[in-house]
């Protein structure tokens, strides 16, 4: 089916997009910014209600944040907004984002700058406002389509999920049990290589308990719980390269106090990487070992919080499927799609670990993501959208075989 009419709607509009790409990057987004979230989520809805149905902010959960004294609070994160369209539709498609970025109001990157006439170096630029961008325009796209009342989608745009999206895993959750398959909008490499399989993460903090004493005069009556701490980093350290794949970050160690006191209280924070389900359960068995041993020592305690919060994306058959009937979209468009697995993770994650099969980073290109010298390849925001819509039209069109009309075992035959 000839497609190019729809697509025509996309042409010219790079100075239109870039002009709003630079107004969303003045909006200050950072995860903890409830304020400046708000004001982002404002500008999105404002944007999304031009296909035709009514964005809404769905809350977010408060989740459980281990202080630097060790001791359980419940952190507010921002909502998320969601539109659906067509929910009936014969095709239905989880289209998912985040708002949020990790820059803090405080955080001196707070303005853009253009490195040449094709490069904005711009907070969130590439992650991933200028991904909600392409979002946009390729759903502008099918809504110009004949093909437009054959597909169904839904959009969640969370707020958390540069923190882990502890409090919104559960609104992706639902919704992509209510989809065939998913697009998320990370952004894809500068040359344009996408994020295949991904290895899973778990964020974790070890809180010590021991006993306060004098240094000099009753040594022997301390406990020291940094010492603890310590030995627990150490052992945990120890885990990586186990399991294959498997890797251990200890990243933090928070306690102590004045040079005369035996510290009575430390956390050590780690996150780990897997890359099977498995693995994760071996590494929760090992972890929960050493804490009891030292749980067990006499004016001692241990415990464990935290867990894996984004599990493993293996390339399973049927998501390679997926990938290369979008190397075939691409190449309709002169583009040479590649991917490869990689040590991080995102939604998509736990979108895959709901069942069906999602490619998670068809936003711009761009590089240098978390840093200051973040950027994003202008001519990449008309490109991709392009890619996205073309990818949708075609499976609406039935020249793509629905990604997620089959369960896997019958695609891996």
């Not at 281990?66 to 969601?82: N, P, Q, W, Y």
Request: proline residues 5%; aromatic residues 6%; charged residues 25%.
């Amino acid at each position: 089916m000839d497609l190019s009419h729809a697509l025509s709607f996309l042409d010219g509009k790079r100075a239109e997009m870039t002009a709003t790409l630079r107004d969303w990057c003045a909006i200050n987004s950072g995860s903890r910014n409830l304020e400046g979230l708000a004001a982002m989520r404002a500008a999105l809805a404002e944007a999304f209600a031009a296909l035709g149905a009514a964005p809404e902010a769905v809350p977010a959960r408060p989740y459980e944040v281990v202080t630097e004294s060790g001791e359980i609070v419940k952190e507010t994160v921002g909502d998320c907004l969601r539109l659906v369209k067509r929910p009936q539709a014969p095709v239905r498609v989880l289209l998912a984002g985040h708002m949020d970025t990790v820059f803090g109001a405080d955080h001196p990157f707070q303005s853009d700058r253009y490195l040449d006439e094709d490069v904005l170096n711009a907070p969130g630029g590439a992650d991933m406002k200028g991904g909600l961008l392409v979002m946009l325009y390729a759903l502008r796209a099918v809504e110009n389509s004949p093909l437009a009342e054959r597909i169904g989608y839904e959009v969640v745009i969370n707020a958390d999920e540069e923190i882990g999206s502890h409090g919104s895993a559960h609104i992706l959750t639902d919704a992509a049990r209510r989809a065939h398959f998913a697009c998320v909008y990370e952004p894809a490499l500068a040359d344009g290589t996408l994020a295949g399989a991904r290895k899973g993460s778990g964020n974790f903090a070890a809180v010590f308990t021991g006993r306060s004493a004098h240094a000099g005069r009753e040594h022997h009556l301390g406990r020291n719980a940094v010492v603890a701490a310590a030995e627990f980093m150490t052992r945990i350290d120890a885990l990586s390269g186990r399991r294959e794949g498997l890797t251990v970050n200890v990243a933090r160690l928070d306690g102590g106090g004045p040079d005369n006191v035996v510290p009575d209280r430390a956390v050590a924070r780690f996150n780990v990487r897997v890359e099977q389900p498995e693995d994760a359960e071996w590494f929760l068995r090992e972890a929960e070992r050493l804490i009891a041993e030292i749980d067990a020592r006499a004016g001692y305690g241990a415990r464990l919080h935290g867990g894996f919060g984004r599990p493993p994306k293996p390339m399973t058959p049927r998501l390679q499927a997926f990938f290369e009937a979008l190397k075939g979209v691409g190449a309709e468009l002169g583009l040479d799609i590649a991917w490869k697995p990689t040590g991080g993770c995102c939604d998509g994650n736990n979108i895959a670990a709901a069942g069906i099969p999602v490619i998670d980073t068809l936003g711009v290109r761009g590089a240098n993501i978390h840093s200051a010298e973040e950027y994003v390849r202008l001519d990449s925001l008309e490109e991709r959208a392009k890619l996205s819509a073309l990818l949708l039209l075609r499976v609406a069109a039935g020249d793509i075989p629905n990604p997620g009309a089959q369960p896997e075992a019958e695609t891996a035959r």
